[in-house]
């Protein structure tokens, strides 16, 4: 058989009973019998059972009984009956309640393994198909959201107490820094989870398309309109709509927006009355509306519709202790997708995660890793691994030291001392992201007089 499994076998008869567990044994499971109903119900209170023979008369409770008491035990629980020849109506019946299958007396032990090979083979496709839904559950659940930085559980927190609500969402933060995870997580954990969530992009939808993408068009509303088209909203009803970029709605736009929030209708272009429609808003910004608002690009009425409650997302280097679990967390996941080996981050490519800016927030560590699990070909991810951000952290620091008028010699040396700080004093480190070797950097080191331990 497949897998191992965990047997309980109901069976009165001593010899047919020790037949089945000795050749059930031989196929690798765990088998525990019973002679009697009683018995086996309360073996089935106290265990886990993956697989339950029993025969329809038995002492005590029943078979039925039995069977009764292994689906309560435990839907994935599957249940082969046995009977006697001319008791079969008793058998369907059986399996009208939720028995596998049953097989009739007497039979061929060959009989009894193959359907319970196929009964095994039934719960491990089951199994899989929870494990699978796990899976996208965790890629759009809380989850997803990765981090034990301070200001991590606080964005965790406000969405475990929003997300069975309707309340309507405004995200922000800089791009990159995860308000479409927020939005899924939202969603995957409301009572709408089992409804679409419609994530739209309004700064990537002209301007002269997106109205009609959110409400819809009836037939004739403009040249090239030759059918009635469903809107987003409309395709949404009972679901989440995300609405990403906000702040690039027109004011029209904003405007039916606002309708929408208010009285929970919506109206076709070109169609003569609205329609009621059932969603939950959520929308998300990079930009800061209170801003907006207040120079006049955003409606202040739909402003506070929206902003109900604001999730801010933090900026990656806001949250440095976070940063080994997403790098770690990116290199396992694009080390399985590509079927490549599974790499660690050395402790010196750790150290310059931590030392860069992140301008990408998360997305770009996410490229990083990715690119990192493809190309680097040693076991440890090192620092010479991740040659654009190398690169970048001494450009910050050559602008740094031009801006202060150093002369040559002095930016020469204030950067061999601004890396050598960076990592620790550990020279072979330093020479690397230098592009020198460790002679020179010694030679340097004495000519500037610096000292490092």
């Not at 005590?60 to 008791?87: C, H, N, W, Y």
């Not at 929003?162 to 308000?179: D, Y």
């Not at 230098?434 to 331990?453: A, E, P, Q, V």
Request: proline share 4%; net charge positive; with cysteine.
């Amino acid at each position: 058989m497949p897998v191992k499994a965990r047997m309980l076998v109901v069976e009165d008869d001593e010899a047919m009973g020790a037949l089945l567990v000795k050749v059930l044994d031989r196929e690798g499971h765990e088998v525990v019998r019973v002679a009697d109903g009683r018995s086996a119900i309360e073996r089935l209170k106290d265990g886990r059972f993956d697989l339950v023979l029993t025969d329809l008369k038995i002492p005590g409770p029943d078979g039925l009984d039995v069977l009764r008491a292994a689906k309560q035990a435990g839907a994935a629980t599957e249940v082969i009956v046995m009977t006697a020849f001319g008791s079969v109506d008793t058998a369907v019946a059986a399996m009208k309640r939720g028995a596998y299958d049953y097989v009739s007396k007497p039979f061929a032990m060959e009989e009894v393994v193959l359907l319970a090979q196929k009964a095994l083979e039934k719960i491990g496709l089951q199994r899989e198909v929870q494990r699978l839904r796990g899976v996208v559950r965790a890629r759009d659940g809380i989850e997803a959201i990765l981090g034990n930085s301070p200001a991590i559980k606080r964005v965790l927190d406000v969405i475990g107490s929003v997300a069975p609500s309707n309340a309507t969402v405004l995200v922000t933060g800089r791009s990159g820094t995860g308000k479409e995870l927020v939005a899924r997580a939202i969603h995957q954990n409301s009572p709408r989870r089992h409804r679409p969530l419609t994530v739209i992009h309004c700064g990537a939808i002209p301007d002269a398309l997106l109205e009609s993408e959110l409400f819809g068009y009836n037939k004739g509303a403009f040249t090239g309109a030759v059918s009635d088209r469903v809107g987003l909203f409309e395709e949404s009803e009972g679901g989440t709509v995300f609405l990403d970029e906000v702040d690039t709605l027109t004011p029209a736009t904003q405007a039916k927006l606002l309708r929408v929030l208010e009285d929970k209708r919506i109206r076709r272009l070109g169609g003569r009355g609205s329609q009621p429609v059932d969603i939950r808003l959520m929308a998300a910004s990079n930009q800061n509306l209170a801003q907006e608002v207040r120079r006049g690009g955003f409606r202040e009425d739909l402003f506070y519709r929206l902003n109900v409650v604001q999730i801010r997302l933090p900026e990656l280097r806001d949250r440095p202790e976070d940063i080994p679990l997403l790098a770690e967390h990116f290199l396992g996941t694009f080390s399985a997708q590509n079927s490549r080996p599974l790499r660690r981050l050395s402790r010196e490519a750790l150290e310059l995660l931590g030392s860069y800016s992140w301008p990408g927030n998360v997305r770009e560590l996410r490229n990083m890793m990715e690119q990192a699990a493809l190309l680097a070909p040693g076991e440890e991810i090192r620092p010479e691994d991740l040659p654009e951000l190398g690169s970048d952290w001494r450009r910050q620091i050559a602008r740094r030291l031009a801006g202060e008028g150093a002369s040559l010699t002095a930016m020469e040396r204030c950067y061999i001392e601004d890396v050598l700080r960076q990592t620790a004093g550990r020279k072979g480190h330093a020479a690397r992201l230098l592009g020198i070797d460790r002679r020179t950097l010694y030679n340097k080191m004495r000519k500037y007089g610096i000292r490092s331990s």
